[in-house]
């Protein structure tokens, strides 16, 4: 569904990616893992737009997407979700999540919303809150709630666990998984955290220092000891 063949992104002379090729099945969750600096975030920001690449092919169901424009994007519907969960903390959650669809209107907005509140309950009970009140699992929730808004048929994750309590990151993980199932939805999921990427991962990708190096299922990269000493650090 989502492909990119020989990908090389560059800043001034850091080449932050090298000839990757990578392939995100649709309705699979790919994990993409690897330490800080191993090119993840750039993968991302190269993939939805935000970055553009020196060398290399992004492609959509077969349809060439690369050099599009990020505005784009969400009308072919990727979203993509960065690292740092940004929320406009004087908006309410409601207000938050709303900004989500504007760009792609698929649907009723009530019938998004309550989509949205029925896989994060949570947010459904302080939809008039403050988003500054949230705590860090709930304004991931919320961002992810805010990508959805838009209906995307692929979404890209930065680092979602990064700084969150370990339930907390399973609670999360676990309704990702839940999307996956129930519509079908493509996650490309960039994750220091490699036990919980690949606990719900199909499939795993390893980057080290721009390169892919390994790409294999979950269950055979989770039990590769040497690998994972090497690039995932545990
Ligand atoms: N805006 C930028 N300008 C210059 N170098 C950058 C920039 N963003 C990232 N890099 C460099 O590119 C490499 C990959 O970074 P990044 O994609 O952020 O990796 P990761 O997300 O895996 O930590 C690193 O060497 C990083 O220092
Ligand atoms: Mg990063």
Do not use: C, W
């Amino acid at each position: 569904m989502l492909a990119v063949h020989d990908l090389t992104t560059t800043y001034g002379a850091v080449t932050a990616l090298d000839g990757v090729s990578l392939e995100a099945p649709a309705g699979q969750v790919t994990a993409v893992l690897g330490a800080n600096g191993a090119g993840k975030t750039t993968l991302l920001r190269t993939v939805s737009g935000l970055v553009r690449a020196q060398r290399g092919a992004v492609s959509l169901e077969g349809t060439d997407i690369t050099r599009l424009p990020a505005e784009r994007m969400t009308g072919l519907g990727i979203a993509h979700v960065p690292e740092g969960r940004g929320v406009i903390a004087e908006l309410t959650v409601a207000e938050n999540l709303r900004l989500g669809g504007l760009h792609r209107r698929q649907g009723s907005e009530p019938e998004r919303l309550e989509r949205v509140y029925e896989l994060f309950p949570v947010l459904g009970d302080r939809s008039n809150a403050l988003a500054h009140v949230l705590s860090g699992g709930e304004r991931q929730m919320l961002v992810i709630g805010r990508a959805l808004m838009a209906r995307p048929r692929v979404l890209l994750l930065d680092e979602p666990s990064l700084g969150l309590a370990p339930r907390v990151v399973a609670q999360i993980f676990a309704l990702l998984r839940t999307l996956v199932e129930r519509d079908g939805l493509t996650v490309l999921l960039v994750e220091q955290n490699a036990t919980s990427a690949l606990s719900i991962a199909d499939r795993g990708v390893v980057l080290g220092l721009g390169r892919v190096v390994a790409t294999e299922p979950a269950e055979r990269l989770a039990a590769d000891e040497k690998l994972r000493h090497a690039y995932l650090g545990f």
